[in-house]
């Protein structure tokens, strides 16, 4: 923190410090497991300088501490600083499962789901979500059934095509 600080102050030519209490609460944040960190030190360096820009008088307070926690969290939360699942868009996995059964998948689960549903959400049909999702493995079969090889992709979640679509709107 006092990294960004440092630099922060030669950039702006303006020195911003903690008051004890703020330092206390942020270090105690940042290093507790909430804290996800996805996108390394771009997303402490961002957060840094939002609270160095917001400190009255320079000086963050506790205020400004957990409002940022709060915007951190919210970011993670909905994927905005690419969750730790990496792409894995929690809210279109809640939008189609719901919250218990889109948090009771593994990791593996909720990364494949994602994808599938981002590809099915841009796509018009179910034949041709099949075709972009199985392009590789295509001239290696004998069938080329995509849309079936989808449809049993999706039953494995409880899902249909209908469900999917109707949750990208």
Sequence with gaps: MGYELDAYARRTGTCVTFNREARTLFLKFATSPQARWT?????????????ATLAPGGRITRETVEEEIERLRAAW????????????????LTRVLGKERAEALDLFD????AGVLHI?????????????LFTASRGRRKTTNDADRLRKFLARFELDWKTVRASAD
Excluded: P
């Design 39 to 51: 996108g390394n030190f771009r997303d402490l360096n961002a957060a840094i300088i939002r609270m």
């Design 77 to 92: 939360h909905t994927g905005d600083a690419n969750e730790e699942a990496g792409d894995c868009d929690a809210d279109a």
């Design 110 to 113: 909720r990364q494949q789901l």
């Design 120 to 132: 099915c959400h841009e796509s018009q049909t179910l034949s041709e979500a099949g075709r972009k």
